[in-house]
């Protein structure tokens, strides 16, 4: 088969990895790609929203299959304008329509869909500009912390958590009438605050089966012991200590096959990944928010313990027969520790110099925001610069490989956390 990925991150990376390694694969193209994705494949020179030069790429080197990796081409609805055109129709899609794109694309429509399908969410209300007073009404209801986030798609960073009622009203008014997030934050929905530990659940449907993929726990915050400002993610772990067999069980039963179902009642076309962000409060399982792809960075810690052939399963789910398959998991745990630039997740510098790669042993380097310079160097192009990931027979074993390798690689102002997975060996439950 001839495949497409469309993307340019760690997630791609990873995905360009594991599509290499399918026995049915005869040429992978990666748009735009990184410098790492070029060793799996070849990169193109598309924006991933550019429809037009897709569709025109796609005829041309008789594409079979599209895995569109980020969040942008799936809520702006590339699966719709693969359906519609005629050279296009029977191409497979890993990814959900516009329509189910909006449950990532708004927190509004996705809380709405969880309400209707009885699916365990936090309590919430939903404001604009011109509600903004039953908005602070609203959040003097509430118990600190409160939870305000930007209704539509804000590079992962839409969601502020602050502990004063003072700071809430604050965020509010900065979100609502100055436009902190642009447009995504035209809506904002406020929850209650969920008492809890996160973690990440990830779903492969054709629409109508599923397989649950193994569980994530990744670590938003630059600075080590979960402070200081969000970011894309610094790290992530497989499996989660806390969720065991009956936990997941839990999930399955009231949040997967509810939204499973959900999609089927309304109608919604859905053939791709959800990702479930999840909290455990108490052993019970509650939705903080749907994505409509694989996340980033547990794209790299999730797919090393696939040892399904994954272009298999996507074939399976283009067909409509993901039933059929079987999903084989590494029983190892994996540690992703992201590499990230100086000044992350504020300003940082791009075109820097990466060093030390190719001294990396017993782990895999995916490149996250690389670009290839002039005689075959690797320079520094985005926030997140690399994800080293390590198996081990234990969350410590595997951590100590990542953080042992993080230290072979140099670039200035190179910065990681190295505390990843240590709440994990300490959780009691």
């Known amino acids: 088969m001839n495949v497409l990925l469309l993307g340019s991150g760690g997630r791609e990376n990873a995905f360009a990895w594991k599509l290499s390694q399918s026995k049915r694969l005869n040429k992978l193209f990666i748009a735009p790609g990184n410098a790492g994705t070029s060793a799996y494949g070849e990169n193109i020179d598309i924006a991933v929203t550019n429809f ?191 969720a065991n067999e009956d936990f997941i069980k839990k999930v399955e039963e009231r949040i997967v096959k509810p939204t499973i179902n959900g999609l089927k009642k309304d109608q919604i076309s859905y053939q791709g990944f959800l990702f479930i962000g999840l909290m455990n409060v108490a052993g019970d399982p509650y939705v903080i928010e749907y994505n409509v792809r694989m996340g980033d960075p547990e794209t790299e810690t999730v797919l090393p ?42 300003d940082y510098e791009k075109g820097i110099q990466i060093d030390g790669i190719d001294d990396v042993k017993e782990s895999i380097v995916f490149h996250a925001g690389t670009i290839s310079g002039e005689e075959e160097t690797v320079l520094t192009n985005g926030g997140r610069v690399l994800a080293i990931t390590s198996y081990g027979n234990s969350i410590q074993e595997a951590a100590e490989k990542s953080f042992s390798n993080a230290e072979k690689i140099n670039y200035t102002g190179k910065y990681y956390r190295k505390d990843i997975g240590k709440d994990l060996i300490a959780y009691k439950g």
């Open 305 to 346: 313990r696939i040892k399904s052939d994954l272009l298999e399963l996507f074939d399976a789910v283009g067909k409509e027969q993901l039933h059929g398959q079987t999903l084989e998991i590494d029983p190892r745990t994996t540690v992703t520790v992201m590499l990230v630039a100086g000044g992350y997740p504020g």
């Open 52 to 242: 037009d030069a897709i569709k025109h790429f796609v005829v041309e080197n008789a594409i079979d299959m599209v895995v569109v990796g980020p969040e942008d081409p799936l809520v702006n609805g590339i699966v719709d304008y693969f359906r519609v055109n005629e050279e296009l129709k029977n191409i497979t899609l890993i990814g959900p329509s516009k329509e189910g794109a909006r449950l990532e694309g708004s927190k509004d429509f996705s809380k709405i869909f969880m309400k209707r399908h009885n699916i365990p969410t936090a309590e919430y209300k939903t404001f604009n500009k011109e509600s903004i007073q039953k908005a602070y009404d609203f959040l003097e209801t509430l118990k600190p912390p409160y939870v305000l986030k930007a209704d539509g798609l804000a590079a992962g960073k839409g969601v502020v958590i602050p502990h004063t009622i003072e700071e809430a009203r604050a965020e509010l008014k900065s979100m609502l009438e100055d436009a902190k997030f642009g447009e995504a934050s035209n809506k904002v929905v406020i929850e209650e605050f969920l008492q809890g530990i996160e973690l990440s659940v990830f779903v492969l449907t054709d629409g109508s089966s599923y397989k649950i993929l193994p569980a994530a726990k990744d670590y938003k915050r630059i600075g080590e012991g979960d402070t200081g400002l969000n970011t894309g993610g610094m790290g992530a772990v497989s499996p989660v200590s806390f």
